[in-house]
């Protein structure tokens, strides 16, 4: 697609549910990045993925919180036992691969309640 | 200390006015600067790389002061359609090879 697209766009799940995270990002781009914004913060960084390899995962803020891009394109991250902390807009982002800026996804709004 | 940090604002200006802001940088070995937009409720998108020799994009000049680490954005004769969130960014080691680290954000908000 012409962009990096996001879905869903909204989620609200009970504290104690699993929710997964859909990103297909623009094609071709090598890498792919997933951020946690906060209302009133900036982005924060999750995890980078290069192909289907994930070369970075500290920002991971707990093993609770799953990502993977089994075949180098579309992303899934997934959040197991949600809890009301985790409520934010999980950005995803793709781009070349160089050091660069990034395309944003619209985002999914997560509403733990 | 946070990576990049950012005067939050918000920034109240009049229509047509000048309006600049910084934004500073912890991790000296970073080589690539942006300043990036974000509407109320939406995606951040890319304003402007930032370069050594400072770039100018219209009504808008980036700068950066390596020997300060930091990074300014000046925007002149002000738009009611510049009212957003300027979000200073970085790329760090701790975000990945190609990581990003962005600053919380500067609340821009022009006045008729």
């Known amino acids: 697609g012409a962009g990096v697209s996001q879905s869903p766009r909204y989620k609200v799940a009970k504290r104690g549910q699993d929710v997964a995270l859909r990103c297909d990002p623009i094609s071709g781009h090598v890498s792919l990045f997933w951020y946690q914004q906060a209302l009133g913060q900036g982005p924060e960084f999750l995890t980078y993925?290069?192909?289907?390899?994930?070369?970075?995962k500290s920002g991971l803020p707990s093993d609770r919180f799953f990502a993977e891009r089994p075949e180098g394109s579309v992303s899934t991250l997934k959040i197991q036992r949600t809890q009301q902390e985790d409520s934010a807009v999980y950005l995803c982002?793709?781009?070349?691969?160089?050091?660069?800026?990034?395309?944003f996804g619209s985002g999914t709004r997560l509403t733990v309640v | 200390r946070k990576e990049v940090e950012q005067d939050p604002g918000p920034f109240n200006v009049p229509e047509g006015a000048t309006v600049a802001f910084n934004c500073t940088y912890s991790?000296?070995?970073?080589?690539?600067f942006f300043w990036y937009r974000q509407d109320c409720r939406k995606e951040p998108k890319l304003l402007m790389s930032v370069y050594s020799s400072g770039n100018e994009d219209g009504r808008f000049t980036a700068q950066l002061n390596r020997a300060s680490q930091y990074i300014s954005l000046l925007i002149r004769d002000s738009k009611l359609s510049d009212s957003a969130t300027y979000l200073c960014v970085v790329n760090s080691q701790g975000g990945g090879a190609d990581g990003l680290t962005f600053g919380k954000g500067t609340h821009l908000i022009i006045q008729p």
């Open positions: 982002a793709s781009s070349l691969g160089t050091v660069r800026g990034y395309t």
């Open positions: 991790n000296s070995a970073s080589q690539s």
């Open positions: 993925f290069q192909n289907e390899a994930q070369l970075d």
